[in-house]
Structures are given as structure tokens and as C-alpha cells.
């Protein structure tokens, strides 16, 4: 029943995006896209004409990944297994960009200082392994939409502009699935 519940809602956020909220992009939030049966759906839209920007988790969240959706890989494979399919978006038109979680509250850091090192760190990172691997990222999205002025302006001096929560239509890849 709350599956069904959970299908609804998506079916009622997909008619209001397509119908009433056409000027605003579809952003798609990848957290799930190591799994197979995601994988799947996420072609699926693509080859049916699908334009999306895809915010992209990279190794720097490999943790919040393993934790939050299960994933039994090895980093290494983890990592290879996404590149290759963040790859295979961008041969197909698709935008890349930045999503990184830090912490689900900014007040939950033990300190300013541990705060900015985590910031710098997951930041700087994730847009050094998309540039390594091709990608020419633009924009960041926060996890859980948790960031402040720090984190906003570390994105800023990275290159990258902070897209917030309701700039954009947003699902996430699992929601495809």
C-alpha cells in the first residue's frame, strides 16, 4: 500500500512537471546508479527522449552510497561501475553535474573547523574526479538540500553554482526503478 502510495505521488509530481512546471529542467539526484534494476530504468528514459542534468554522487560519498542505499561493492568497483555509466549519459546528451551529501544537518559537525575540512575535501573532490573523467561540471546540488554560506562559497570558489532546492523539478534515480 505505501509503494502504491509512493507511485502516486510520483505520477502526480511527473504530471505537474510536464503539464503546469514545463519551464523549470528535470534535475535527476544519482545515488542508486550501481544498481542494475536502476540502471535500467534510467535507460529507458534516456532512449525514450529523456533530457535531463544528472547530479552525480562520486567516490568522495562512496560511504553515504554504501550506508544509505546498500551497496555491497568495493569502492573500486563501485567507482568503475558508475563512470562507466555517467559515461554512457553524456555520449547520450546527457548534463553532469555535482551532487555531494555532507552532513544531513551542518549542525552535527563536531566543529567550524572540521566543518570547512569536510567541505573543502568532499567539494574539491568530486569536481577533481569529474574533470579527471571528462566531465566539466557547472553546478552542485547538497544532499538532504544541507549546506551554508561556507559550503555555499567553497562551491562558488570551485567553479560551481549552487542550485537550490526549488530552482529546479528534481527526482532521484531510484525513484525511476
Known sequence: MMKAIGELRIIKDHIYFRIIRR???LTIHTECMHKDNVWGAVQRVV???GNAMWFVVTPVNFDFVRTETGCGLKAQQWER???ERYKWLAEHGQQI???VH???KMSMYDSDE???RDVNAKILGAVSWL???G???SMIVFGWWSCNGFAIAAAKKAGLKTVERLDNYFIHDYDMA
Do not use: D, Q, S
Open 97 to 99: 553535474e555535482t551532487h
Open 131 to 133: 574533470k579527471n573523467n
Open 81 to 83: 561501475i558508475v563512470l
Open 23 to 25: 519551464t523549470r529542467p
Open 114 to 116: 572540521a566543518m570547512k
Open 135 to 137: 566531465f566539466n561540471p
Open 47 to 49: 532512449y525514450y527522449g
Open 102 to 104: 555532507l552532513r544531513i
